[in-house]
């Protein structure tokens, strides 16, 4: 079986400042798939990243980042200089063929406000 | 269409009565996934369709839900003798082959009175 869990149910920040969400997995499979959507207060979901476990490279993407580190399973998303328009669900997801057949778990998702 | 698309996108229904949701994905996506979201909570997995392979129906809460995937693209998900607790977002979404990211549709927001 895999598991996603996401600590943080809901995070307030300021704009422009920094937040983390933080993302814990568990999973048996050796090779898997982990992702972050958003979904914004409109609904529907947004997928925003994809990575393997092979590669535990860092990405950054605008004000995005993401840290993969299999060490500890997590898989963190940082939003740098926070706007109101970040404020959004955000879910983390896994997938992995061996143990799950390749659907996708989430986690319970982060409700991120940012205030003005 | 270029996304997934769900009919209808609001169904209300009375207790007792059966329904059919349905999602047409993106073409060419071999997987396709059901999830229902309650209001204010995260993605229940309820069914998972993988190119001709034998659906993965693990997530189904009871046997009065039900699925299929027609010719490898559209999807009816029916729900039988509807229950007030069945009041939810059922949300539909396709990917490439497995293990690349899902895409979804808008969702089917099913009120059961």
């Known amino acids: 079986a895999q598991k996603v869990t996401q600590a943080q149910t809901e995070i307030s920040v300021v704009e422009k400042e920094d937040v983390t969400l933080d993302c814990v997995y568990e999973t048996r499979d050796t090779t898997y798939y982990l992702f972050w959507y958003k979904q914004p207060p409109s609904g529907e979901l947004v997928f925003l990243i994809r990575?393997?476990?092979?590669?535990?490279q860092n990405e950054i993407s605008g004000r995005y980042s993401w840290n993969f580190q299999k060490s500890t399973s997590s898989f963190n998303f940082t939003i740098t200089a926070s706007q109101v328009v970040d404020s959004a669900v955000y879910f983390c997801a896994l997938s992995g063929r061996r143990t799950s057949g390749s659907r996708l778990t989430f986690g319970e998702g982060t409700q991120l406000t940012v205030n003005p | 269409g270029a996304g997934v698309s769900q009919s209808p996108s609001n169904k209300v229904t009375e207790k007792g009565k059966d329904v059919e949701l349905r999602c047409d994905p993106i073409s060419g996506h071999t997987a396709l996934y059901w999830y229902r979201q309650s209001l204010g909570q995260g993605l229940e997995f309820l069914i998972y369709f993988q190119g001709n392979s034998a659906p993965d129906k693990s997530g189904l809460p009871s046997d009065r839900f039900s699925a299929e995937r027609t010719g490898g693209s559209v999807s009816t998900l029916t729900i039988q003798r509807t229950q007030q607790e069945d009041s939810a977002v059922y949300l539909c979404?396709?990917?490439?082959?497995?293990?690349?990211?899902?895409?979804f549709g808008q969702g089917t927001r099913l009120t059961v009175v």
């Open positions: 990575r393997n476990s092979f590669d535990e």
């Open positions: 979404a396709s990917s490439p082959s497995v293990n690349t990211e899902a895409f």
